[in-house]
């Protein structure tokens, strides 16, 4: 009986948040405002159910795309960005909430002809020389902002203003899709090993419109 007092104890207290998932019939919350808008797609996937079945069938196969608008995430430095775009539209520091000496995150946006680019990089204080390090980039997004004007593409030649028919052409099919509970927009979230994830939004007329790609580590 004491084995099966404890094992009820803790259905008990974990039965809720078990449940939770595959009994909502929409999203329990909304995302989080601090996430990026990628990491506010992961968490709606996450909470809505149709997204919670996500398995390993979903990984995509090949090599994991790291480039976008020229930003290799594995190879890149925001300097060289920098000096590739010229000074950003705008650049804000993201320190570790209560605890400020230990580092954060920086985020960088620059407006181009119809479109925006943003760039998001971590940064450590030095005890040494009391200097932030800062690391090669671990999010890039292009948006577009008008019909007309210049365009930007991964690695792998998917380009904003290409169609889903063309990325499962280049990427294949093993993602995950829905629709964005606030945008009311068509999404994807394609994965791969090694902890790269790109996020495709789509516009009314079926056109890509928004691509992000996130690394978050070996």
């Known amino acids: 009986m004491g084995i099966f007092r404890y094992v009820l104890l803790f259905l008990l207290v974990l039965g809720p948040a078990a449940i939770s998932c595959a009994g909502q019939t929409g999203l329990s919350q909304l995302p989080d405002d601090s996430l990026t808008p990628g990491e506010k797609l992961d968490q709606e996937c996450r909470l809505d159910y149709h997204q919670c079945q996500v398995d390993f069938d979903h990984g995509a196969r090949g090599k994991p795309e790291a480039m976008l608008a020229g930003i290799d ?7 060289q960005i920098i000096l590739r775009f010229g000074k950003p539209l705008k650049f804000e520091d ?3 909430k209560g605890c400020p000496e230990c580092g954060g995150e920086r985020h960088y946006m620059w407006q181009k002809n119809g479109w925006i680019l943003r760039v998001k990089t971590e940064y450590s204080r030095n005890p040494t020389t009391h200097h932030n390090d800062e690391d090669e980039p671990s999010s890039v997004s292009a948006e577009r902002t008008a019909l007309t004007g210049g365009t930007v593409k991964t690695g792998k030649g998917l380009l904003i203003g290409d169609t889903e028919s063309t990325f499962k052409r280049i990427y294949g099919t093993r993602f995950i899709e829905g629709t964005n509970s606030k945008t009311g927009k068509h999404y994807i979230k394609i994965e791969w090993a090694g902890g790269i994830d ?5 516009d009314t007329q079926s056109k890509i419109c928004r691509i992000e790609i996130d690394a978050y580590g070996d």
């Open 94 to 96: 993201m320190p570790v």
């Open 198 to 202: 790109m996020f495709i939004d789509f």
């Open 73 to 79: 995430l594995r190879r890149g430095h925001i300097g």
